[in-house]
């Protein structure tokens, strides 16, 4: 258990140093390649570096591969390999346009891997009523997470800070769970999404100095989900997600279809005239997380932040007290 | 404070999952398709699906009415 402490402690400091010196490099050669976009929410627009995926991916394999140095393993190895094809699907997007659809197809694809490499186990846990043996639609089911999360973390990345600071908080929450459920290996191999996630937020957070990207989007929320499925802990990541499967949720019951954010008519927030965000009045405009939480009024970029970040740990603190019930039966 | 029903939602959203959860274990798992020969495994795992699909359509369903009730002023804003 020392042992697992100590290079516990080890991949943490990888994973954060990594995307902490790596990320300043990455804003300095996009800028110099003019990779830029446009901050819509800052007063004047400014023009903000993007992608910070490969910083994000460096922490995650760097760190990954010394855990898999010290303590080999399939789930490590899929987590690697799941993580770093979406990170390209991510890419691939960020470099170009691409369809609805593409994402979520190509999503599921990336979860052939965790299959390919055996490293899941085909039972479905539920808190206080034990769990199901489900052989053949557990495969099914990890076809489908991996496309999820990752396009949930992609769809709540609207507003500076808010996805790698919402993912820093359940990917704790997340780590917290495996040890109470006394899944440690996997604890141990979740611990560098939360500090990359965290390392990152240094420079997404308001004013961000750079943008994930969809290939730091889909490279987080899939390695959430490749963490789910070997540490089988299903539920309990669904519970630490909600505020941002409400935002999805939101989003896909009001347009209907599955769509890019950037093909909807109506923008779901506007801006007040001394630039803080409000809700649009436009019957037209998706709802959203965000559009909800401003019906009470008129707010900046960074109260919107925070208030998602506590819907983020009451969420947290849910999915924490399930991981308690998964012990009881009843 | 801003944002309680959201908090709301969420707290409902966490019920329905352990509830939903506790029907599957306990009601729909047990379920056993005999008589069949040897497509019994098939028709047993295709009839859960269904069930486990339409459970999920029935949640959806329940969560989209909760947020119309919640959200209602809100949404009319």
């Avoid at chain 1, 999820?148 to 500076?160: A, E, F, K, R, Y």
Wanted: aromatic share 10%.
């Amino acid at each position: 258990m020392l042992d697992k402490t100590i290079v516990g402690i080890i991949i943490s400091a990888i994973a954060f140093v990594t995307v902490y010196a790596l990320t300043p490099l990455l804003i300095k050669s996009l800028t110099k390649r003019n990779l830029v976009v446009k901050d819509y929410n800052r007063v004047g627009g400014a023009m903000l570096p993007r992608p910070g995926g490969p910083s994000i991916l460096a922490g995650i394999l760097a760190s990954e591969l010394t855990l898999y140095a010290f303590f080999p393993s399939v789930e490590i190895l899929a987590i690697m390999i799941t993580t770093s094809i979406a990170f390209l699907v991510g890419l691939a997007d960020d470099r170009k346009v691409l369809g609805g659809w593409f994402k979520p197809l190509a999503l599921a694809g990336c979860a052939i891997p965790i299959i390919l490499l055996g490293a899941y186990v085909p039972h479905l846990g539920f808190p206080l009523f034990g769990s199901v043996n489900i052989p053949e639609l557990y495969l099914v089911l990890i076809i489908f997470i991996i496309p999820i999360t990752g396009n949930t973390i992609n769809s709540i990345d609207v507003l500076n800070g808010v996805a790698s600071g919402f993912m820093t908080i359940a990917s704790f929450a997340l780590t917290i769970s495996l040890f109470i459920v006394h899944n440690y290996d996997i604890a141990l191999a979740s611990l560098p999404l939360g500090f990359v996630s965290l390392a990152f937020y240094k420079y997404h957070k308001f004013p961000s100095k750079i943008f994930p990207g969809d290939s730091g989007a889909l490279t987080l929320g899939s390695m959430y989900g490749v963490i789910t499925v070997v540490g089988h802990v299903e539920i309990i990541a669904a519970i630490a997600l909600l505020p941002a499967v409400i935002n999805s949720f939101l989003f896909l019951s009001s347009v209907k279809r599955v769509i890019e954010h950037r093909q909807i008519k109506a923008n779901p927030v506007v801006h007040t005239e001394d630039f803080k965000l409000m809700a649009s009045t436009e019957k037209e405009a998706p709802i959203t997380l965000v559009r909800l939480i401003l019906a009470h009024g008129p707010m900046t970029e960074k109260e919107i932040g925070f208030t998602i970040f506590r819907l983020a740990l009451f969420s947290a603190a849910l999915a924490i007290i399930t991981s308690f019930m998964m012990g009881i039966k009843i | 404070m801003n944002g309680i029903p959201l908090f709301t939602y969420i707290f409902i959203m966490w019920i329905l999952l352990i509830v939903g959860g506790g029907l599957l274990v306990t009601i729909i798992a047990p379920i056993s398709i005999t008589g069949f020969g040897t497509i019994n495994h098939l028709l047993d795992s295709s009839i859960k699906a269904l069930i486990a699909i339409l459970l999920v359509v029935v949640w959806i369903f329940i969560m989209s009415k909760i947020k119309n009730w919640i959200f209602q002023k809100q949404i009319s804003h």
